[in-house]
């Protein structure tokens, strides 16, 4: 035999030998995981801050707390993983109060749990006594702020029957959080009618329940 013929003989091997390696120990190929999305529930103010004062002496701060809690209850349902940065009347941050440090301690969880989005929650207040209803803000220069503001808008729409406009606002929290960031504010405690739905158990979980939705699908856009 000669040269020739031994090199391509070897190289015969060599090729079924590695076709064989191939077929036996290729690892399968995984199909892409969508990691769960990671929603931060901020409800505003807290402890001895106690954010709007209503007429009839509602606290913001429980309302925010109250439709949080709701809030995380249904996304919890639909397989979201939650973290809020208060489930209780006490601020994040250590004492002593200070609004700025609260505020930055709040965007500072967020990015420790890895936040997909941020949903901070409030209660309006206005000298006028005029405005009303809930107005969806968005961290200003944001697209994606603005299209999760959008769905939850819309979905808060379907309850109230009032349409408002989200609006861009360069609010410290938001800005800081890294991620898609809206601050709901569901209504105003200087309007008696939206006193006594805000205060009212019934409507509070129709407000958790529109905003879940909003979240969900801008979670789902493109789907």
């Not at 529930?41 to 402890?47: F, K, N, R, T, Y």
């Not at 994606?144 to 939850?152: D, F, I, R, T, Y």
């Not at 209504?187 to 158990?201: A, C, K, P, Q």
């Amino acid at each position: 035999m000669n040269v020739a013929h031994k090199i391509s003989g070897w190289l015969a091997i060599v090729g079924l030998l590695g076709a064989f390696l191939i077929t036996c120990y290729q690892l399968p190929v995984s199909p892409a995981i969508t990691p769960t999305p990671i929603v931060v529930i901020d409800p505003g103010h807290g402890g001895q801050d106690p954010g709007a004062i209503g007429a009839q002496g509602v606290y913001e701060k429980n309302i925010n707390l109250s439709i949080g809690l709701l809030l995380s209850t249904l996304l919890r349902q639909r397989q979201i993983h939650v973290y809020m940065t208060r489930t209780s009347d006490r601020a994040p941050s250590a004492p002593p109060f200070h609004n700025v440090r609260d505020l930055r301690y709040r965007a500072y969880l967020a990015r420790q749990w890895h936040a997909t989005i941020f949903v901070s929650i409030h209660t309006n207040a206005e000298p006028s006594g005029i405005a009303q209803g809930p107005i969806v803000y968005y961290a200003s220069g944001s697209v994606s702020s603005w299209e999760l503001a959008s769905q939850v808008s819309n979905a808060l729409a379907r309850v109230t029957g009032k349409v408002i406009t989200p609006r861009p606002i360069r609010q410290l929290v938001l800005q800081e959080v890294g991620v898609p960031a809206i601050n709901v504010e569901v209504g105003f405690l200087t309007h008696s009618l939206d006193t006594s739905r805000l205060i009212n158990s019934q409507y509070q979980s129709q407000l958790a329940a529109a905003i879940a939705e909003g979240i969900m699908q801008y979670l789902n856009r493109g789907q």
